[in-house]
Each structure stands twice: as C-alpha cells, then as structure tokens.
C-alpha cells in the first residue's frame, strides 16, 4: 500500500544525545515535510523539502537537522540543542506540483520522542 | 498572513446527533481549505478538501464542510455521529504556493456520550 512510514513509534533521548526520526514515503511525493505537536498547539512546521537535495527551515528549526538524499527518505534529527524536545512529531508529503490538489498534505502515523 | 481558529478547545455531542465544527481563516485570496481528524497518538487523516467551485463539498465517513467567503468560515457538519467519530479536528489553510504555506489551527476535541 502506498504511504508515509515512520519508525520509531516511540524513542527515548537521554539529555545530551542527538536522535533521528526516520520517514519514507512511496507515495511519489516530490515535497516532505516535518512537524512538530504539542497539546493544545495544533501542527508546527519545523522544516519542508520541495525536491531532492534541497529543504528549508519552517517555523521552529532551532535544534533540528535534515536531509533530502532520496525523493522517498526525509529524516529528522533532534539534536541535544533542542532544549524541549519531548513532543509528538509528524512527517508529511505532498505532491508538490502547481496544481491545487499538489497542496494536499497526507501525514504519517507519527512518532512520539520523550527525554529521560 | 493567514490564520486559522478553531474557537472550540473541545465539544461533547450525544451519539446520533448532529455535528458541527468551527473553523474561521483569514487570508486575501481564495483559500485552499482543509480538514483532518486525528485518532489520539495517531496521524492526521484528510476528511475533506477545498479548492474552487461548490462550496459545499463532500468527504469521508459522511462528513461534509461548506465554504461561506462572507463569514470566512468552513465549517465541519455530520448529520448523525457515531461513537468511533470521537477524536480530534484540525482546520487547515493554505495556499497554491506549496505545501509548505498551510497553517493549521489548534484543533477541536470531540466526545461522544452514548
């Protein structure tokens, strides 16, 4: 079946470490996106990827990295530098091509971090 | 900028009844309007979308929304809820500038009694 697949569904970060978040999609998606939840916030976006090699900081990218390497893979890494990063984090794609329903966000199951 | 508001943190309906969810935006254009549901610790699921045309638009598990430009509100609609539709709501804005341009709001939990 085509989708987003996330892994882990649930990781523990000691303070101090860096962990990565891994999502592929084999949906054909030419953008990929990371958020961030929180209770009550609703969906912040920490960074966006339009095309292969190429991504762009969102609204909260302090102590997130990123790469684009493959169309299908996006992963997300949480560096010690994020100061609260327990949350519920959300990889999502999008066609990404100038037509309307190329805005269509579809998301992954998530994947919830906490710090112990 | 566009905005979105869920003016409702949460709402409780009777199993049966009739459902509607909130969601007001502010943008110049034309919006590209969105929502999804969410089960807890689960991804979000598009119900419904908006582009142009008729405003009332149809979606999944017999959820409907309707475009008003005068009242800049899409607001969600079910005729008769079921138990399993209890999770979470999100409204979405966005534009045809990528993706990457779709705010969403804060959400609106949904309780179901029996």
């Known amino acids: 079946d085509g989708g987003i697949t996330q892994s882990p569904k649930y990781l523990f970060r000691k303070e101090g470490q860096n962990v990565t978040l891994s999502c592929e999609q084999n949906?054909?998606?030419?953008?990929m996106y990371w958020y961030r939840q929180d209770p009550g916030q609703g969906l912040r976006l920490i960074y966006y990827s339009q095309i292969v090699n190429d991504f762009q900081k969102g609204d909260i990218a302090e102590g997130y990295s990123v790469s684009r390497e493959k169309k299908e893979s996006f992963p997300l890494t949480v560096t010690s530098a994020q100061k609260n990063p327990t949350a519920f984090y959300l990889c999502?794609?999008?066609?990404?091509?100038?037509?309307?329903?190329?805005?269509?966000?579809?998301f992954g199951e998530g994947s919830w971090l906490t710090v112990v | 900028a566009q905005s979105v508001t869920q003016p409702d943190i949460h709402i409780t309906v009777s199993e049966g009844a009739s459902l509607e969810l909130r969601c007001n935006y502010s943008y110049g254009a034309t919006p590209y309007l969105f929502w999804y549901v969410q089960s807890p610790g689960q991804g979000l699921q598009l119900l419904l979308k908006?582009?142009?045309?008729?405003?009332l638009v149809q979606g999944i598990k017999g959820f409907e929304a309707e475009f008003k430009r005068s009242q800049s509100s899409f607001n969600l609609r079910k005729p008769s809820v079921h138990w399993s539709d209890a999770a979470e709501y999100f409204c979405a804005v966005g534009q045809n500038t990528g993706g990457f341009k779709t705010i969403f709001g804060a959400g609106t939990r949904l309780f179901v009694k029996a």
């Open positions: 999502a794609s999008s066609i990404g091509s100038g037509k309307p329903s190329g805005n269509t966000i579809y």
């Open positions: 949906l054909n998606h030419d953008a």
């Open positions: 908006y582009f142009s045309g008729d405003t």
